[in-house]
């Protein structure tokens, strides 16, 4: 659970909302740390110190104690150091990759990214995600370090991985040292499947298949007439004119029957349950290894099945109008 923010840490984040501060807009990689965007602010430790230095200061001042200010100038040259120290500690970082697979909606995402940390040892380094969570992590001199971050999702589409802050209080704990990153990189997310949903078409309720032939392959098999659920693109439309009444096209693979999964078949749904829905069949299809093709509109995948297929079909319903996040 990430700790609630302090008010100098709340004053960091609105003084990142000006126009002139690095990290606000989406940024290609690899992205490297440098001066120009790397702030400091006092933690609130560090501004009691920076009051009792004054005190010390006007005190020694007031009662002309030279060990005095001798003191409260070694302690300010100290913190002056810690502060240089928390700037170095970021200096040259670079966020080399990021990279996530597609998850379903309403599934954590997980998000690899891969640091590199360059000659200098650099410890007590934290990163907050956009989500809220903190992962604190070291990085030694030389090396490099990956990291996994969970992102919630909540719609299908595109997923812009937003802000990331990369920061540290090291040595002292006086200052806070940081720089936020929002790398220009998106993920799809896949529909969220439908549960509890119909078997695939042409199968059982115990998802055997039925004898009758399946609608979908390579080579035409024979016509027969119409019924009610078949596709429109499958009407003979030159042999229903010659005899006066619909005839379909009846397809046979020679590999095993093809699976038919049709955005017009289920036109009495909600465009956001058909998407569940074939979601769910295109998960079912590619578990029982049985060739199946996709129709949504503007585009027609397979038949086919495997991997890619499996990809290829997710994506084209998760980028189908009204599911940008």
Same mark, same amino acid.
């Not at 928390?86 to 990021?98: D, E, I, V, Y």
């Not at 392959?217 to 027969?224: A, F, I, M, P």
């Not at 596709?231 to 003979?236: E, F, L, N, V």
């Not at 699976?259 to 036109?267: Q, R, Y």
């Given at each position: 659970m990430a700790a609630a923010p302090d008010a100098i840490?709340?004053?960091g984040r609105l003084a990142t909302r000006?126009?002139?501060?690095?990290?606000?807009?989406?940024e290609p990689l690899p992205l490297t740390l440098d001066r120009k965007r790397i702030y400091v602010l006092p933690t609130r430790i560090g501004l009691l110190v920076a009051a009792l230095l004054c005190a010390m200061l006007v005190g020694a001042l007031n009662y002309n104690n030279n060990p005095g200010l001798m003191l409260a100038f070694l302690l300010a040259? &100290?913190?002056?150091?810690?502060? &240089?120290?928390?700037?170095?500690?970021?200096?040259?970082?670079?966020?080399?990759?990021?990279? %996530?697979?597609?998850?379903?909606?309403?599934?954590?995402?997980?998000?690899?990214?891969?640091?590199?940390?360059?000659?200098?040892?650099?410890?007590?380094?934290?990163?907050l995600d956009p989500a809220g969570a903190t992962l604190r992590f070291d990085l030694p001199a030389g090396a490099d370090t990956e990291l996994q971050a969970l992102?919630?999702?909540?719609?299908?589409?595109?997923?812009?991985?937003?802000?990331w802050r990369l920061s540290t209080t090291r040595p002292l704990g006086l200052v806070r040292a940081w720089s936020w990153w929002q790398p220009d990189?998106?993920?799809?997310?896949?529909?969220r499947p439908e549960r509890d949903g119909p078997p695939l078409p042409g199968a059982l309720d115990d998802g055997r298949p039925q004898s009758?032939?399946?609608?979908?392959?390579?080579?035409?098999?024979?016509?027969?007439?119409?019924?009610?659920?078949?596709?429109?693109?499958?009407?003979?439309w030159k042999a229903s004119a010659r005899l006066d009444r619909p005839m379909v096209r009846e397809y046979e693979s020679g590999s095993g029957r093809d699976?038919?999964?049709?955005?017009?078949?289920?036109?009495g749904l909600p465009d956001e349950r058909r998407i569940a829905r074939l979601t769910r069949w295109v998960l079912d299809a590619e578990r029982e290894g049985r060739r199946y093709r996709l129709s949504v509109p503007g585009t027609m995948l397979g038949p086919a099945r495997g991997a890619e297929h499996r990809? %290829?079909?997710l994506r084209a319903l998760a980028l189908l109008p009204g599911g940008t996040q």
């Open positions: 840490e709340r004053f000006l126009p002139f501060v690095r990290g606000r807009r989406p040259a &100290v913190v002056h150091n810690g502060l &240089v120290m928390a700037h170095l500690t970021l200096s040259g970082l670079q966020l080399s990759s990021l990279q %996530a697979a597609p998850v379903h909606a309403g599934e954590p995402l997980a998000v690899s990214l891969r640091l590199l940390g360059g000659r200098r040892a650099r410890s007590g380094l934290e990163l992102l919630p999702t909540q719609r299908r589409g595109w997923l812009p991985l937003g802000r990189t998106r993920v799809l997310v896949y529909p009758r032939p399946q609608r979908s392959g390579e080579d035409v098999h024979h016509l027969r007439e119409y019924r009610r659920g078949d596709a429109p693109r499958q009407i003979a699976v038919e999964l049709d955005w017009l078949a289920l036109s990809h %290829a079909c």
